[in-house]
């Protein structure tokens, strides 16, 4: 009987023990759910639990801090702020006192369910010192996590709270293989496409202040002794080639000029100018500059190729590279011919008519240009293959000759030139094609520019037919029409929007840019109708082109970020800049820009944050 009431004693208290834990198990499950910050931050103890309770209980309810999913444009940007925000909390919470008592309640703001799926990463002076991806199903939470799981990495082990103005984080919502990702600029979330800062907004305030730096970056690219230009700087490894290549100074001195007309125009309406330079440093700069092209030409009368510009100048060596490109001498006429404008110095003209002597002895039978000159073992070769882009760059420079010469020569030799364009146009009724690539819109708007420029010539020419005008007139406007369709204009995908199928660098959508642009003028000029759609194309592809071009926003990935400022890079898979890109991209916007409304000029608008992020999880 002793035994058997001992074991009923034990029975009834083991039942108590069984549903006590049964009750204190549901009620630990719930905590969570009901206190979802109470044991996730550092030094969270008792005090710090009251202190929440006690906010609970003098702010407004969970439900009206929470983020409307369903809310307006604005939205997007207000979430990415508000994380952006608390991120920076986080962080400054983890370098510094861990153990504090103190705790920020803007994480409230954040306190949405979701399954949420994070990643952070974050950059110091170029460098990716820490990242971590966390889920969980409170945001606030998952954002936490990642932030101190980045930090909690060797390479961020020096981080201090002091670097933390130095510090850059990047925010991915990652539900492969989608994501919704951004980088904080100046306390701001900035919306990225890929590793691209979304440009949406495109007015001509931002269009000035792209000239501005675009034109800074230039002048970086200048050599200080010899005062020519590179062609190429190297953004990642923050370095130049060892030669200078006189077809990229001359086109850089080419842009300058059109910025100076800019810059002189808009301080032609100050009365005190104040802190804009007016192009007074770029007209400091000019005959350096002119000086270093002038150096480049071939001056032996012996030599065939008196009068042809060397291809480039290697700086180890002190040698100039024997290599004649009809490219680089047509080129090279342009900027002569607007020096020679600027400051009436009769050795620019004279150095222009030198090289267009030598063109004329390039042609071939067909109209078509032999593309180049180059010595190699022991003997001269000549490129016979025909290039669009060359055979539209000696067009256009033969054209601008004649009409400050007079020379018939000149003409005669561009007359062939446009005679085989507009025939092979005619033949194909669409794009034509040269040897060195398939048909593509680059090539083609050269024929268009160059067809201009001839136009401009025969117009003034004593014997042309009014016949062969209007065929040249109709072809300009045909095959513009055509590339104009090849623009792409789905505003949904911002990454592309703007540019065009068939350029694969901003350095081409750029030269169309500027083709456009040219377009846009001749055709106000020609009084032809609907000349709108060409002005609405330069503005798309401008957008495109600026979203292409580093900025403060978009440099948090280099080292010397300062330097590439302005720069228009390659493509997004090369993040390199071609001094021809931030060429054609100046060119287009300093052009265009007094054509251009006062007011916004595009808009984009972005998802509301809660269709974004349904869209996420699809």
Wanted: proline content about 2%; charged content about 30%.
């Amino acid at each position: 009987m002793s035994f058997l009431k001992n074991h009923q004693t034990n029975w009834q208290y083991l039942l108590m023990v069984t549903v006590l834990a049964v009750i204190v198990g549901q009620w630990v499950l719930e905590l969570p759910k009901k206190e979802p910050f109470l044991n996730n931050f550092p030094g969270s103890g008792k005090l710090i639990k009251k202190k929440i309770l006690e906010q609970k209980t003098e702010t407004t309810s969970p439900e009206e801090n929470k983020i409307s999913i369903n809310g307006d444009f604005n939205d997007s940007q207000q979430f990415r702020n508000r994380v952006i925000r608390f991120i920076r909390e986080a962080a400054e919470k983890y370098l510094g006192d861990k153990d504090s008592d103190q705790i920020s309640f803007s994480s409230k703001e954040l306190e949405i369910k979701g399954n949420w799926k994070v990643e952070v990463k974050i950059y110091h002076q170029g460098e990716v010192k820490g990242q971590a991806r966390e889920e969980n199903e409170i945001l606030s939470l998952a954002l936490k996590e990642a932030t101190e799981t980045a930090l909690n990495n060797e390479r961020s082990q020096n981080l201090t709270k002091e670097d933390l103005g130095e510090l850059r984080f990047l925010v991915k919502f990652f539900y492969p293989p989608h994501q919704f990702s951004f980088i904080e600029s100046n306390g701001q979330g900035k919306e990225l496409l890929g590793d691209l800062v979304a440009v949406r907004n495109l007015d001509k305030n931002l269009i000035y202040q792209k000239i501005k730096e675009g034109k800074e970056f230039l002048y970086r690219m200048e050599h200080q002794d010899k005062h020519g230009f590179y062609k190429k700087y190297d953004v990642l490894n923050d370095r130049f080639e060892n030669r200078l290549h006189t077809v990229y100074s001359a086109s850089i001195i080419y842009t300058f000029l059109y910025i100076y007309d800019l810059e002189k125009n808009f301080c032609s309406g100050l009365s005190e100018p104040g802190e804009h330079e007016c192009g007074q440093e770029i007209l400091r700069r000019l005959s350096d500059w002119g000086n270093f092209l002038l150096s480049m030409q071939n001056k032996d009368e012996k030599d065939e190729r008196y009068g042809a510009f060397h291809y480039s100048y290697y700086l180890e060596t002190k040698e100039k590279e024997k290599k004649f490109v009809v490219g680089t001498s047509a080129l090279s006429i342009f900027t002569l011919l607007r020096l020679y404008e600027f400051t009436n110095n009769p050795e620019y003209l004279d150095s222009a008519k030198l090289a267009g002597n030598w063109l004329t002895t390039m042609q071939k039978p067909d109209g078509g240009m032999k593309s180049s000159e180059i010595y190699s073992d022991g003997q001269w070769l000549t490129n016979q293959k025909e290039s669009l882009l060359y055979d539209g760059q000696v067009l256009s420079a033969l054209s601008k000759l004649y009409r400050i010469t007079g020379n018939p020569r000149y003409y005669q030799t561009a007359e062939r030139i446009a005679q085989r364009f507009a025939d092979k146009y005619e033949q194909e009724k669409g794009y034509i094609q040269g040897e060195y690539r398939e048909k593509n819109p680059i090539s083609n708007s050269w024929v268009v520019m160059s067809l201009m420029d001839f136009y401009k010539a025969a117009r003034v020419y004593d014997d042309v037919r009014t016949a062969d005008l209007i065929r040249y007139r109709n072809i300009i406007f045909e095959l513009s029409e055509k590339i104009l369709k090849n623009q792409r204009n789905d505003s949904t995908d911002l990454l592309y929007f703007g540019s065009w199928q068939g350029a694969y660098s901003t350095s081409g959508t750029g030269w169309m840019t500027e083709v456009m642009t040219e377009t846009y003028k001749f055709c106000q000029r020609e009084r032809k109708e609907n000349c709108r759609q060409y002005k609405d194309g330069v503005v798309k592809a401008i957008r495109w082109l600026i979203q292409n071009t580093y900025s403060e926003e978009n440099t948090f990935f280099l080292k010397n970020p300062e330097k590439a400022i302005g720069g228009v890079f390659w493509n997004r898979l090369n993040k390199y800049v071609r001094t021809d890109s931030v060429c054609h991209a100046l060119n287009g916007y300093a052009l265009i820009f007094n054509n251009l409304e006062d007011n916004l000029l595009l808009s984009v608008p972005e998802k509301p944050f809660g269709q974004i992020f349904s869209e996420l999880k699809k």
